[in-house]
């Protein structure tokens, strides 16, 4: 049975979250997914060119895909990026945080 936690996290991806498509890497199969979508707090930074960039953050609830592995893309509104980084910071481990190229 889900905990509360569980059923607002729910909730919150099915109101706010948006259409994405977990592809892994090595022609694994697509795997359809809810993701919240945001800009992270700190930069990338392209050393040859001496530009940087927002990061890009994307969560996806572990329940629809339970192994997200980098090198993997999310393809989200038409655009696709490739998973610099995934991990599973709350303790729980119900989402991945995602670091998009």
């Known amino acids: 049975m889900p905990t509360p936690f569980q059923r607002m996290l729910d909730s919150a991806f099915r109101r706010h979250g948006i259409d994405a498509v977990y592809t892994p890497p090595r022609g ?3 795997v359809p997914c809810r993701a919240s979508f945001t800009h992270g707090d700190r930069n990338w930074r392209y050393q040859d060119a001496g530009v940087s960039t927002p990061a890009r953050i994307a969560e996806v609830r572990a329940s629809e ?3 997200m592995e980098e090198e993997g893309t999310l ?4 655009r696709t ?3 610099a980084n995934a991990t599973q910071p709350d303790a729980d481990r119900l989402l991945w945080r995602l670091e998009l190229q």
């Open 28 to 30: 694994g199969s697509p």
């Open 81 to 83: 990026y490739v998973i």
């Open 75 to 78: 393809a989200i509104g038409g």
């Open 65 to 67: 895909v339970p192994l």
